[in-house]
């Protein structure tokens, strides 16, 4: 889940104003009792219009317009351009980037004519923060340039200081976190030289965040803690409770859970002292996500209910939503499905209304767990679905992005680069023209003496210049081989990622459709289930069916099929046979209805050679399964197997029933049917080669089956619990360090 940072941080950088009841009130006195209609009015209205942006932005654009209406009557150009201005600074905290720029762009066109360079600067960082918002951040980086340089000639220092913080805020949002901290690092020394604790504490907070980006945590700590002590000195409660905020968030993340809850306590306490409603949603959020790590779930409720009401209240819809997917995952963590739902069904609508596919994208996530734990496996399937195609869509967009974002710094540096050499060309140029008036007075002196010495230096600049040029083209040479490795290192990690991803995605399709062993047990009680993918995805598998319907007498039997399959392959591969597999068993089930393992394995085996078309004669490999298959019905025991036994142990005495040595999906032959009543206590042992065939021990050989047969002996009298538990140890001691190479898989079944 995403970790909300507290308030003023990259774009929100503005100049804070104690913007408190009483002003506004004098302020609407003000304009209700002044009956003119001059430049004054006009200069109250934009005041108000600047006073609401923080209180109600509706009555701000009101005044904003009215401004602009008296201002285009007076034709007073200084007050249609403030007007312009407000409107684009209400738009920007509407997200109308389009309109902001609009109003932003004529208000600058504005002061150009006026020659207020002040006003300039302002139009000029206004601007930039919205093409940054708009993630066109070359445009951004350019006109915050323009503005910096525009400042230093009317030696606007602190101006210039926030400025810096601006482009630190461009810089961040490029991940290039050094520039970030060396612009911040500008504006630091500017406030503190200055003594300016507005900028102080919010430069201070910026950079903490910074490092926390980075993951150095304890340096976060130590600048939120500079920033909340400016805070306490000034009595600045709004900037504190972000200071206090962020504390929380570094010490949750180094899982300092105890400090964290303190911070975010205090962070709430002051929030709500001011009605700084914002920041006590986002301190309830936090605190509930701590009691959820802890699984105090009543307590994280609470506090998720309490964030909800108040985003309903302000009718923020995203937000609404989020925290509708956080108390339906909470929920679900408690196994309350019913009420999970309805949570995710109310998140999921805003998402689409609103068409914020990184939440949707969570909730579709939720719903497949959801119904995987209500047994709709159909359901389930068809969320993952779901969850993988938004999932393309959002990669996609964020791929574009990154190259966007990789140009945008490919194009920054190499700006920088072509100043550097501008620079280091007007120096060489300084040097020259100093050598030659040295040479001529040198000629003045002696003739012969001075001829040679130029001689000699204009040898010495050759070669200067000359190594100079080959270092030039040989760094340029080495900045594009730099330049073609990066990008092919992001091409294949974006591949390896997305690679990544699918097989994940396939993870979670083969999960979904596995018996949850909680379904085994039901029907098994005295059953243990030992299974270990190699990979991410498994070739090995295991399948449950229970009881089996006669359509045309309506009978039906008490009976249940467990089975351990062991696919060709492992992976990716094994992966899509195990897949294949279980649809034809579940297929034939369906179909058939057949009673005895020997005619599923038969039916199998025949499915499995059509389907791999492993009858014709040119087919260059061949795919199978070597699969174990019980019926249980009271007392009685069917088996049949393919090249996998069954093993049953009474008093430590091994009895193997033997499979036939012919895989599904091979020969034509039928398989043998096995009939057995074992004595009460016995235990049934069904697997695949896995777990014998690991390396291990001292000198790095195979388990192999005698030894995985006498553990077996020596564990059976242990429960099924503890047998899992013995079978895993067992296997982990042995492989030691060394990788496992296959899936493994070990059912048992106390009789």
């Known amino acids: 889940m995403k970790k909300i940072y507290f308030i003023f941080f990259f774009f929100l950088f503005y100049i804070s104003y104690s913007q408190n009841r009483r002003k506004l009130d004098s302020l609407l006195t003000l304009s209700k009792n002044s009956p003119a209609k001059d430049t004054e009015a006009v200069k109250l209205y934009n005041t108000i219009a600047i006073t609401f942006n923080k209180t109600n932005l509706d009555s701000s654009k009101f005044f904003c317009e009215k401004a602009l209406v008296l201002s285009k009557r007076l034709k007073f150009k200084s007050g249609i351009a403030n007007a312009y201005n407000s409107l684009g600074i209400y738009f920007r905290l509407t997200t109308g980037y389009d309109s902001a720029l609009k109003y932003y762009t004529l208000a600058s066109e504005i002061r150009k004519e006026t020659g207020d360079k002040k006003a300039i600067i302002t139009s000029q960082n206004n601007i930039a923060i919205i093409y940054s918002l708009q993630g066109n951040y070359n445009k951004a980086i350019d006109l915050h340039e323009k503005a910096l340089a525009l400042q230093k000639t009317i030696r606007d220092t602190i101006g210039a200081a926030y400025t810096c913080n601006y482009l630190a805020n461009v810089f961040n949002y490029l991940a290039d976190y050094e520039k970030a901290l060396q612009y911040y690092e500008k504006a630091r020394r500017i406030f503190e030289k200055r003594n300016n604790t507005t900028g102080l504490m919010q430069v201070y907070n910026n950079i903490g965040i910074v490092y926390g980006f980075i993951g150095n945590h304890d340096k976060a700590i130590e600048y939120y803690n500079l920033s909340l002590e400016v805070c306490e000195k000034t009595g600045d409660k709004k900037n504190a409770t972000a200071a206090l905020g962020n504390l929380g ?94 949570c995710l069904d109310r998140s999921a609508a805003i998402c689409k209304q609103l068409g914020v596919k990184d939440l949707l994208l969570e909730n579709y996530s939720a719903f497949a767990g959801l119904y995987k734990r209500k047994k709709d496996f159909k359901k389930s399937y068809e969320y993952l679905g779901l969850y993988s195609e938004l999932k393309d869509s959002v990669l996609n967009e964020e791929k574009s992005k990154n190259i966007a974002l990789m140009q945008t710094r490919f194009d920054t540096e190499k700006k920088e680069n072509e100043i550097a050499s501008l620079t280091k060309d007007k120096a060489i140029g300084v040097l020259r023209e100093s050598e030659q008036k040295a040479n001529i007075r040198k000629q003045n002196i002696v003739l012969g003496i001075s001829l040679t010495g130029v001689l000699l230096v204009l040898v010495l600049v050759f070669i200067i210049l000359k190594g100079y040029r080959d270092k030039k083209k040989a760094n340029s040479l080495l900045e594009e081989k730099n330049a073609a490795i990066l990008a092919q290192k992001k091409i294949l990690e974006e591949k390896n990622i997305l690679v990544t991803d699918s097989i994940e995605y396939a993870k979670g399709i083969q999960e979904t459709i596995l018996p949850a062993i909680e379904e085994v047990l039901k029907w098994i009680p005295g059953c243990f289930i030992f299974y270990k993918p190699k990979d991410i995805v498994a070739g090995d598998f295991y399948w449950l069916k229970v009881g089996t319907k006669d359509e045309g007498r309506g009978a039906s039997d008490d009976s249940v099929f467990l089975a351990a ?124 080669d896995g777990y014998a065939d690991q390396k291990g021990g001292k000198k790095s050989e195979k388990y192999f089956s005698t030894n995985f047969r006498e553990l077996l002996k020596e564990i059976s009298v242990f429960s099924p619990e503890e047998q899992k538990n013995k079978l895993e140890s067992a296997f982990e001691e042995w492989r030691g360090s060394i990788e496992q190479i296959d899936d493994v898989l070990v059912i048992g079944v106390r009789i």
């Not at 105890?258 to 409603?277: D, M, N, P, V, W």
């Not at 609404?320 to 009420?339: V, Y």
């Open 249 to 342: 968030s570094a010490y949750q993340k180094k899982n300092e859970i105890e400090l964290a809850l303190k911070y975010y306590t205090q962070s709430l306490q002051a929030a709500r002292s001011i009605g700084f409603t914002q920041a006590e949603a986002a301190n309830l959020s936090s605190i509930g996500t701590v009691f959820q790590s802890k699984k105090d779930f009543v307590s994280a409720l609470s506090n998720f209910k309490q964030v909800l009401q108040i985003h309903e209240k302000s009718g923020e819809k995203r937000e609404i939503a989020q925290t509708n997917l956080r108390i339906g995952t909470l929920l679900l963590e408690q196994n309350k499905t019913d009420e999970a739902k309805a």
């Open 565 to 688: 399959c062991d696919c060709t392959g492992h992976g990716v591969p094994g992966a899509f046979m195990s897949m294949h597999s279980f649809y034809l068993l579940e297929r034939i089930m369906k179909e058939k209805k057949l009673k005895s393992p020997a005619q599923i394995l038969d039916e199998l085996n025949f499915q499995m050679k059509d389907t791999l078309h492993q009858d014709k004669k040119d087919a260059s490999a061949k795919y199978g399964i070597d699969m174990a298959l019980i019926k249980i019905e009271k007392d009685t025991i069917e088996f049949a197997g393919a090249r996998n036994a069954l093993l049953v142990i009474k008093d430590k005495e091994l009895t193997e029933i033997r499979a036939d040595r012919i895989y599904i999906g091979g020969s034509k032959e039928k398989f043998t049917n096995n009939i057995l009543q074992p004595e009460k206590g016995s235990m049934l042992y069904m697997f695949t």
